[in-house]
């Protein structure tokens, strides 16, 4: 099988098949933390290293790289005709930051025993949801776009020490702004999850765009929507709030592939680039 790869740039990629199925294309942002859609003839199935891939009844699929990703992955394609093709994928590897954080309640850093259970039970009820993220319908507009204005006070991938104590790694983007800036859908969707406090979460909103993405939206002051509303890009669905665990008003910005966090500034950047015929 007979490829070519052209790499648009370091970060955004693009390549096509040159074999008798012309119709596979991939872009988007092949890094650690980046988000990729592709488009195959309908009834292709695709792999990732091994793993099947969810495709769309019209061939569409999305490709999401964790933030410790490995430098080469492999893409598999099953055509209907039954032939196949493979491609090595080069992920981008990325430097992340330590940030140091102080002034937190102890008891947001170390939980107690009665924490622990609540914060069981709100895990639980996440995981539910995403597990009822649409799995074939793509939304119309899968563009992204920024959910809110102010300043990034926290990115994708930096390890955390709160209080002094070690954490997992900081999977979203942090936009800080006063308590009761608008904050908007990042691309259309269904509301698939509202929470009106969560330990650590705070308000909380989660937008399924189908094919397993969802973006959510924590620490929220107020929800503007309910279950099951449908939203356009742009659409008001809370505001920036303190709520939960957090040193002051921001908004924790993250975009799921299941359950890979994926680094949402990225898909703004390269998400842009791309549209889904619906
Ligand atoms: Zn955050």
Redesign the pocket.
């Known amino acids: 099988m007979r490829f070519f790869f052209i790499c648009l740039t370091t970060m955004l990629c693009s390549f096509s098949v040159l074999s008798s199925e012309k119709n596979l294309s991939v872009k988007g942002d092949l890094s650690q933390g980046g988000l990729v859609v592709g488009k195959s003839p309908i009834g292709t199935k695709i792999k990732l290293n091994d793993k099947n891939i969810l495709v769309s009844p019209k061939g569409q699929f999305f490709l999401g790289f964790t933030h410790t990703a490995k430098p080469n992955q492999v893409l598999k394609a099953t055509f209907p005709s039954g032939k196949t093709a493979e491609y090595m994928l080069n992920i981008k590897q990325r430097d992340y930051h330590t940030q140091y954080i102080e002034g937190l309640s102890k008891r947001k850093v170390l939980p107690t025993p009665f924490d622990l259970k609540r914060i069981k039970k709100e895990n639980i009820a996440l995981r539910k949801a995403f597990a009822r993220l649409s799995k074939t319908r793509l939304m119309k507009d899968i563009k992204f776009s920024w959910p809110t204005e102010g300043t990034i006070t926290?990115s994708y991938g930096t390890s955390r020490v709160l209080n002094g104590v070690p954490k997992k790694a900081?999977l979203?983007v942090?936009i800080a702004n006063p308590v009761g800036t608008i904050v908007h859908a990042a691309a259309s969707g269904k509301i698939l999850f509202v929470h009106e406090g969560m330990f650590f979460n705070g308000k909380t909103v989660i937008i399924d765009h189908g094919l397993n993405l969802a973006s959510v939206y924590i620490h929220l002051d107020n929800i503007t929507v309910k279950l099951g509303d449908l939203v356009n890009k742009g659409d008001d669905i809370g505001a920036i709030g303190r709520t939960g665990r957090t040193t002051g008003p921001h908004l924790?910005w993250e975009l799921r592939l299941g359950r890979i966090k994926l680094d949402p500034k990225l898909a703004v950047e390269s998400m842009s680039r791309i549209f889904f015929e619906p």
């Open positions: 926290g900081h979203a942090d924790h």
